[in-house]
């Protein structure tokens, strides 16, 4: 009997799959996604997996009637072969963390009556998701109520490097993986005051802009530590007092297991537009703040650093849950 995991196409995706995994050793994975995407680079070679297969899928959102009517048949001939494939490993149950690499798969599932467990990573649900959720066994949201898990599969250290925040003695912009031009231009607009009030900032700016924003401060004669892109990200969180961030799933996730007040501006054309929802989950809870890319106010901004930050750091450090992907792992491996 296997577990079979699929989907991906970005690291938003994958990732999830990555952190259940560490908590299967026992079992035999198979996994399923797309010759397309990000997939094979994150799994092919992984021994972590009895076998992987990449077929021929895309996706069928932002095409025309024919894209959409070739890119479903597409999905429909897969899921034939991912039927036989369930059955040569016994699969016991279908892992889907959504994206158009896991199309063939759940549907699969479904028609093998494999049970079906599905991830959605945000607060608006992805197309595929949305298509599924009536269908599937277990459907897991760190923002629906009734999900039967909670926590965000994040990695524990996030959590072991929580503290409680009073004043802002460092400053964390974060533009997430692929750099955000607003917060870039907004870290810089208010870099004069923040030195001034003696706090250090703290700069991840992308790759793409990383010399253009190190020039910047230079010309400002400021002293920030910039970087594009980090593996060290729990650490500067760690250090960090107050956090100005985009609003993808796991920067939040992680920006709150810190119990690190965060400030999200969301990605603006984020489908579905996900990423506001994901930063207004924890607005209307009172554990964050939200500001919209189009409304960015230097002023406002400023004001939020002498809010009670600590009523925030509390709040998230007491209403965050622990955990995800091991309770994740233990529902495939019960059902
Ligand atoms: C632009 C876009 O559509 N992004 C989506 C993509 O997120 P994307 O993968 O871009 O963003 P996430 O916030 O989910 O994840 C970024 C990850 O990169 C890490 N990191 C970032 C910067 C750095 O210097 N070092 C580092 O390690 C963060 O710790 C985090 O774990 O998938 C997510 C999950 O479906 C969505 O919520 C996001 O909205």
Known sequence: MSIVMTGGGTGGHLVIIKAVKEYLKDEELIYIGSTKGQDQAWFAEDSDFAKTYFLESRGVVNQGLLGKIGSLWKIFTSALKVRKILKAHQAKVVFSVGGFSA???????????????IHEQNAALGSLNKLLKPYADVFISSYLEESPVKAYPIKQEFFDN???RKTVETIIFLGGSQGAK?????????????????IKIIHQAGERNIDEVKAQ?????IEAEVFG????????????????ARSG?????ELSATALPALFIPYPNAASDHQYYNAKFLVEKNLAWLMRENEID??????????????KSRGL???????????????LTQI
Do not use: C, H, Q
């Not at 607003?182 to 003696?198: D, F, M, Q, V, Y």
């Not at 799933?249 to 996730?253: M, Q």
């Not at 230097?298 to 009523?311: F, N, Q, R, T």
């Not at 450090?317 to 529902?331: D, F, L, R, T």
């Open 103 to 117: 199309a063939p798969a759940a549907l699969a599932a479904k028609l093998s009556g494999v049970p079906l467990v």
């Open 162 to 164: 929580a503290r409680i």
């Open 182 to 198: 607003a917060i870039n231009e907004l870290a810089l607009s208010l870099a004069p005051t923040l030195k001034e009030r003696g």
């Open 217 to 221: 401060y230079e010309k400002l004669g």
């Open 229 to 244: 892109f980090t593996k060290e990200l729990a650490n500067y969180m760690k250090e960090a007092d107050f956090a100005v």
């Open 249 to 253: 799933a796991s920067t939040l996730w």
């Open 298 to 311: 230097k002023d406002k901004v400023l004001s939020l650093l002498d809010e009670d930050l600590e009523a």
């Open 317 to 331: 450090m007491e209403s965050v849950e622990k955990e995800g992907s091991k309770k994740i792992a233990g529902i």
